[in-house]
């Protein structure tokens, strides 16, 4: 029996599991190019489901495509066009971890319902300074003492930190107070110093350090992830991941704000970073309303919006006279603020059903 | 007594109230430029107040300078640097006008402790759609109903709206449930078709469509001003000030999210214009967190930061249909979920002390 | 014969001609809410070529998929995720236009190899000036003279323009000079003063103003349309899309600096626009080197890079007397100056093989 | 004699050279708030002008404030605001030292009309693949041999370079062709082996990675900094000064795209980066058209924009096989491509006076 001759090709496409990849090849790719593509897919381990039109030619792939190079793969002359539709991350990706991950800072938990407050000043600055913050953000509800002894500043002339003898007068607060410590590391030669610190901060600017982040997955001891100023949420997780691939899965994620067109403050909050961080992973979020900002005065409504969209803690600067301060006076509070700060605080927390840690 | 020649030259300035502009002039303008630079100033109307050291010369300028362009004086050969003190809005803001504007929508009142919920869907689409949704919404406790009619579309292939017809829906709509309405205009041309609507809303993409501002400046009936997506909070304030200049006072400012780099969700709320504008300006701050992030199930987060963080009201986008929305079904919540949405919300405006209108 | 039981589900894709659009199915989506979603989708002319896998299934769309709301269908309860493969404008696009279009303003032609200069004051602000300056940029070179009559300003104080006078002051400009004109509309309800105008802009401040891009699309007049200062290219070349699809296809692509978080100048002019316009869209793509960077000593190295980069022509701010212009002084160029800039361009415009027209 | 109260308060400002930072007070700020606050100023050896009017109060401070905290200042109880008039870099200042600085680059000279072209692959993949490239790009007229064995990826799981093994392959290729080579460093640990290095390149991850700029600062090499991808051009000045600061003045500036809304490439290349870095900076400032759009068609009208500009080099990814690079095979070029971008590139450094060295 005659047949006309089909207006269109068909092919068949077989799906093991979730797509993780789709290319679109060009219209012109000649069968070589195309066979050379496939055998060196194939030979990374990957499924390939073709799905081939009459002007149009998909390949999906299937398997381990996290280390895929896409811009190479774009650069291959049958290529068209890539897009990934799985995530680029796994360890810190909900999808495999539905539970809240909770952190667990030499006794304060963070994550899953616990909330923390971590309070102090921008630097340390003196042992009288740094003693007298720390016991007053005790009092008012701030359960981990925060404070920078490495300090990343914009100038090479301004106060660069107190470096060793800060983390020394931070531990010798802590003594006095109890309160676990976190604070900012900038490079890895400085790892030996911070084997008594309890939570290890990495800093918007060094988000993607990735020699640090990958010496940091070496530890097992609380990391503190700063978001970059004009980092995507992907790529935040991104480095969250370099963290936990090393093996080390104990990530707090922290919001500081964003670089925006915004001129009258320093940054912009991103709030709904909080919910969409918490979709993307199970880590816990916390938000830093002093940074995010840089005005004192906005802490409290910025710290109030953090809490009611669901954020597992505060860091949040408090100096004892913020004029004086050798850093970041502008978005200090000082401690009878935050102790007021916390009285509003408390109730939000209560309605938000969170156990203040 | 001979005295040594003085190392530096003494000059005398006099201060008339606050200082608004200050000129930095350059090292070597001449004194003729100088005078001719001064001549026109003065006959602007301004005071000049100038300081001139040994290697800088600067002018301070008081008065009326709302007018005066920056950039021309820029161009002046004597002028190194113009920057102003003074802000350049004056009916908008708070300092002229310390107390809360409190705007009247057709008996629903917005701003100054009282906060109204807008609800209803992206487009009027059908008698039956928008009779059906105003009565859920206005059951849940929305106290005006949203509902376009005109729609701005990226595409010019896309659904563009009821248009007249709409207009004609949403007033039936109203006729029903009592609530008032809000709805958009795009044109001036319109303008006649929008005398029976009680309030006018201003789309981001036309903040800045000065035609349109002078024309709703010639009313006597509330705008919702809605944030260009790019826009700067002074400029924002600026495109009120444009209505206001008119004589049209009752302003609603609407923060409805801006770009940045993020692809997860549609744009990012900026929940610090919130505190930022209310210090700014006296007028009114309300929150519409459906376009902010255009995911229906990041409304509710987003709307608990709104109130934490001060605003006077939301506008959220309500369809008793999503999936088959002619417009923005993907932030959409249906009455259902609006409604829980109010009992989640209702605590919240309580600890606040906000009244729900 | 017996068959084990096979491992994976297997299916047939039938592809017509390009993919326009992928939907990727919830894992956990239902077999009556997928046919819904597919009776839906057909019921729109669509082909639909599933591909089913057992984790996962991906529904590709052919045909006019331009209309279709990828927010609703986001909205679905079936869907997972939607991504867009052709691209969504078609008039403009050079897929289906491969030779680059050549447009006729009044005699000057731009694009495909022909060059064109437009220069003139930001504001035209009165005879003597518009006519000194038009007279001053025909005889350095410049085609095509430019002047804004209605001023788009961010301040409500600022000097408006001259509106109609200003639009019969250019008139008799070019009555002297020979010179078509370019001038800035704001609002549809001026159309009728623009009948006698050679070339309407669109400035970036509307380039969204969709009521204003419908209605010069029913012209049959060069169209200079600038891009607004944070839409990506595929929103600018949409607003195009706008204007053609009404049937009017004169349209100039102007680029005229971007918003970035620079403050040492007003925008930040992208070069990449020009080579990238021109592989999206036929259309001319222009550079307007004044407003780019607000200051006039940039004017020179960003005219120079635009023609190195491939542009199709210049817009250049000149005035008579920059320190004393009513707008935009700061990147004005002198007549003296613009001259100096043409000697410059020339041998460039040799060098690349373009012809000044 | 009786006077009349004068209406307005007189005061003497003493200007000692350039004012450098100006304070504008608070209305209500009280004297004893002011004594302190100049108390306190004049102890870090700023003289103080003061400026004092009815309702104003302005102090000019002159002197070394590069290490004042502004945000601490901001926070000064008297202070309403703070504006800084100088700029906080000097030794990268072109004002301090106007001649164009010629970094000597092991005998290749960049800067002050001394153009040159650096090319290699992203990666160095094997002694093969090096030495071919370097071979083929110094035919066609590549000075600099460029290539990376530290590779900041922002996957985990990418291929993360060579590393000591890639280094030890770029100094074998450089033995064969005589390239002085220049390759990126990461992290402050591995700076002994970068000392045989002749250019040692800071990536755009790294650009405020101030720990490593304080260590290549006491080195006697050329550094080659890029650009941040969100950085303003005074922070990357500031980069540049940490650099200078600890006596290092070997800096070549790389601005390499920056990041913006736009998703049809990688980065947007920043051209009017060049003139004005030019103005703020005596260093050199080359382009990298690679990195900044990421796609290698747009490499030659991007490096013919970079060269109108005003650049003083080139950086440009080269590899013998995009399509099976290990990273950014999108974006480059094969030798051959390479070589027809040098025959296009040469006649326009002769127009624009520039020795390709």
């Given amino acids: 029996m005659h047949t006309a001759k089909p207006r269109f090709l068909f092919c068949q496409i077989f799906l093991w599991g979730n797509l993780d990849m789709i290319l679109i090849l060009k219209k012109n790719a000649t069968k070589q190019q195309i066979d050379t593509l496939c055998h060196s897919l194939k030979s990374k381990g990957l499924s390939l489901h073709q799905s081939e039109g009459e002007q149009s030619h998909i390949i999906g792939l299937v398997g381990d495509t996290k280390s895929l190079d896409m811009d190479s793969l774009r650069a291959n002359p049958a290529v068209e066009e890539v897009r990934r539709i799985s995530e680029p991350y796994k360890k ?20 899953g319902g616990n909330f923390a407050v971590m309070a102090g000043p921008c630097s340390v600055e003196s042992p009288e300074q740094i003693t007298l913050v720390a016991q007053e953000v005790k009092k008012a509800g701030a359960s981990i003492l925060r404070g920078g002894a490495f300090k990343p500043r914009t100038s090479p002339y301004s106060f660069q930190g107190l470096r060793d003898d800060g983390l020394e007068l931070l531990r010798h607060a802590r003594s006095l107070t109890g309160q676990p410590i976190v604070t900012e590391i900038m490079n890895t030669e400085h790892l030996p110093l911070f084997e008594d610190v309890d939570v290890i901060q990495v800093g918007a600017r060094n988000m993607q350090n990735f020699e640090l982040l990958k010496e940091l997955g070496k530890l097992n001891k609380p990391i503190l992830l700063k978001r970059g100023l004009s980092a995507t949420l992907e790529e935040f997780v991104m480095s969250a991941e370099y963290i936990m691939a090393g093996g080390n899965e104990n990530v707090i994620l922290c919001e500081r704000g964003i670089r925006t067109f915004e001129t009258s403050m320093r940054n912009t909050l991103d709030i709904s970073a909080v919910p969409m961080l918490k979709k993307m992973s199970h880590l816990p979020v916390i938000i830093d309303p002093s940074h995010a900002a840089g005005l004192s005065w906005m802490v409290e409504p910025l710290a109030m919006a953090a809490i009611a969209a669901g954020a597992d803690g505060l860091m949040i600067e408090v100096h004892n006279d913020p004029a004086n301060a050798l850093s970041d006076g502008a978005q200090s509070l000082t401690p009878k603020q935050f102790s007021a700060l916390m009285q509003r605080v408390c109730p939000l927390l209560t309605l938000m059903e969170k156990q203040l840690n």
Same sequence: chains 1, 2, 3, 4.
Wanted: one cysteine or more; proline letters at 5%.
């Fill in 92 to 111: 810190a990706n909900r999808k495999f971890h539905p539970q809240d991950t909770i952190v667990n800072c030499s006794g304060v938990l963070v994550g």
